[in-house]
């Protein structure tokens, strides 16, 4: 095999029933110079033993490396296969999710082809039967569509860029994927956005994403991390900033609807006031953002541009 080229990052806790899927899928990938870092976070299941006998008695299109190390979450999972891979490019995965065929390679090219410091593709939410619930297609014309989606997934980073800035997932158990991102879009000079759907992200009820985050908690306070954020983005950037602004926006008004699903009043209206008095110390002229307007931005889904409208109208 060529030299590595592209690392696929996929942190596995108690994952073996989803092993042998992503090996099938990452086999169809057809890209010289792949390889797949398996970051066994402390499985209390046979997961580690599982990637073993598929290293040692699977026909593998791609180079197979396996850490296995005490159960720290997500995030220093990540950071961990940030760490040892040793492509030119990264790419994020979750244990239970799905790629498409290809994918990475329409990544690839995309990132050679036009000398992208980031390419973002689309997704498709999908049950357990893989039926397709929604699909997530970005509009390359729109600016918004780089912060559209928050996910480390269907996208490819160039590994140079993360090394260099030292950028890591942030240590929380919530929006470390939004930290890393925004981090990341900060120092880039050249963003791609494409039309293909690369990525297929499942309706897991039981994961972290979709059971717990609306669980309150001081262990889960976005502002802490969004406060890290902003100290930490280069301050130079050349990204857009009224989308930037809005996204951060954005991202208080989800949390402060997320949490009220699961607190007190009293908890709510201080995660509220919190907010808002965030939003005054770092972007004091928020409540004027141009994508506020009604229509904007052109291509967010009603839903998410009403529920922010009224949040910051609120």
Known sequence: MSRIKVSIIIPIYNGEKYIKHLVQQLNQQNVDGLEVVFINDGSKDKSYELLEDVKKTTILNFEMAIVNQENGGICRARNKGLDVAQGD?????????????????????????????????????????????ETWILNPKDPWSTFRINAPWARMFRKSIIEKNHIRFFITKISEDFYFNYRYLSYCKKIV???????????????????????????????EMLTALHKDMNKNHALDKTCLEYGIIKHVTWYMFYVAKSTSSEVLTEVHREGIQWLKEYYPTYYKNKNLAIGKPASESFGSRMAVKIAVVL
């Open 89 to 133: 490019y990264i790419v994020f995965m979750d244990q239970d999710d799905g790629i498409k065929p290809n994918a990475i390679r329409v990544l690839l090219n995309n990132m050679e082809s036009k000398s992208a410091d980031i390419v973002l593709g689309g997704f498709e939410l999908i049950d357990k039967e893989e039926k397709v619930l």
């Open 193 to 223: 956005v494409i039309e293909d759907i690369v990525y297929q992200w499942l309706m897991n009820e039981k994961s972290e994403s979709h059971a717990n985050m609306s669980q309150y908690s001081k262990d889960r306070n976005v502002y």
